[in-house]
Structures are given as C-alpha cells and as structure tokens.
C-alpha cells in the first residue's frame, strides 16, 4: 500500500509564483486535509474535503485553493506564493462516515518563499 | 470557535522520568485522538478515545478521557530516548457547520536527556 503521497518533497519558489501541491491516497478515504506545520504553532488546518465535490475551509485558508474532482486526489494551489506560506505542508486522509477514523499523513512537502 | 488547547508547549526530562501532556477542549468532543512525530517525520497515529471517562493503555503510555469529553492526558512512565517527538492531540466535533473538522492541539515537544 502506498498511502498518502505528496508531492514534491522539497520546494523552492519566488514571491509571486504559483504551484500545486500534489496529495494521492489509495485507500479509498471519503476525508482529506492540508495541514501547515510551523515552528510552535503545530498543525493548522487550511482546507478539507469530506468527498469529491466538496471542499471546505480551515482555520487559514487564505491563500490557498483546493479541489476534489476524484476521491482518490485532493491538491492544493498556491497562486501566488508569499513569504509567509513558507512552511512543511501535510496531507493527511481518513474514512469520514466511520466516524472515527484515524488520520494518515503524507511525508510533507517542505516550501521555501523567496 | 473551537480550539484544542495543549500544554507544555515544551517538556525535556531524564531518561527514567515520567512525562505527562494535557489537552483542553473548549467544546464537548466526540472523540480524541493522539498522535506522536518524530523529528523530521510526520504525525502518526497512537490512539482514539471516544467514551467518556476512558482510559486506554499502549505499553508505557496511558491516555484518558475527561468524564465531561472536554479534556485529555497522555502520560507516559519512565520515558526512554525513543519516546523523542512532538505528541499531538486532536478532537473532532460532528456537529453543525464543523462537521468532521479535525482540531489538533499545538503539540508537547518531548526531549529526553540520557
């Protein structure tokens, strides 16, 4: 089983540039999230999906869009990338009407905003 | 809004002493999950609790359950090197507009010294 994939592992961009941010699961999950990891702020929420079609925000949305066309992916868009999105991103998935699934994260993908 | 309040931020101890992180919810949950991370890696999940009062136990790790669902502890006995990580908490609340957020707490970054 592969998991949650992200994609890429390390990123480098300038102020200004877009990118996506590439999450894959193979386990059939109905829920997917993109998490920030900052240093002393743990992990926040930026958006969900509690199937294809629907998306929803977290706590720190701005800047960010998603889209969940298929089950099984769920990216997330930077359009214009600041300085402040410099961060470790996580995508992490889960069965949502078990109601209490535990979460499963990808390995991260680490940005840097030049 | 919901928050999941953790603390310490921050805990080093010596090898053979006990550790123990709390989390606080502002609202009831319906259940709790842990989570540990090891440096440089991503979250991976320990354990749920969903009944109130409830006490489960993983090895040297013990976990509770508020009776009110509000509040949650991981305690872990004579801590070893292999116990280094940031320990998360996150409660879900499946009622109303929130309905399958995941809120996690900041995290107890646990050093131990040998």
């Known amino acids: 089983n592969a998991g949650v994939t992200q994609t890429p592992k390390f990123q480098v961009l300038k102020t200004g540039q877009s990118m996506t941010l590439q999450c894959a699961q193979d386990m059939n999950h109905e829920y997917m999230s993109w998490y920030r990891q900052d240093p002393g702020m743990g992990l926040r929420l930026i958006h969900y999906?509690?199937?294809?079609?629907?998306?929803d925000q977290g706590e720190v949305p701005n800047g960010y869009n998603v889209s969940r066309s298929t089950t099984e992916d769920f990216p997330l868009r930077l359009l214009s990338a600041a300085p402040s999105q410099t961060s470790v991103y996580f995508c992490?998935?889960?069965?949502?009407?078990?109601?209490?699934?535990?979460?499963?994260f990808g390995n991260g993908t680490r940005l840097t905003v030049t | 809004g919901q928050q999941v309040m953790q603390i310490p931020q921050y805990q080093h101890v010596q090898e053979g002493e006990d550790f123990t992180t709390y989390c606080n919810s502002s609202?009831?949950?319906?259940?709790i999950q842990w989570y540990k991370q090891r440096p440089g890696g991503h979250p991976v999940f320990l354990i749920q609790l969903v009944k109130s009062g409830e006490v489960k136990k993983q090895k040297r790790l013990t976990f509770q359950f508020g009776e009110a669902k509000k509040n949650s502890s991981l305690h872990i006995t004579a801590t070893q090197t292999t116990d280094v990580g940031t320990y998360f908490c996150?409660?879900?609340?499946?009622?109303?507009?929130?309905?399958?957020?995941?809120?996690f707490g900041r995290g107890t970054q646990l050093t131990v010294w040998p």
């Open positions: 999906s509690v199937g294809a079609g629907i998306t």
């Open positions: 996150a409660g879900r609340n499946d009622r109303g507009s929130t309905l399958g957020r995941l809120y």
């Open positions: 992490a998935s889960s069965y949502y009407r078990e109601g209490n699934s535990p979460l499963h």
């Open positions: 609202t009831t949950l319906s259940n």
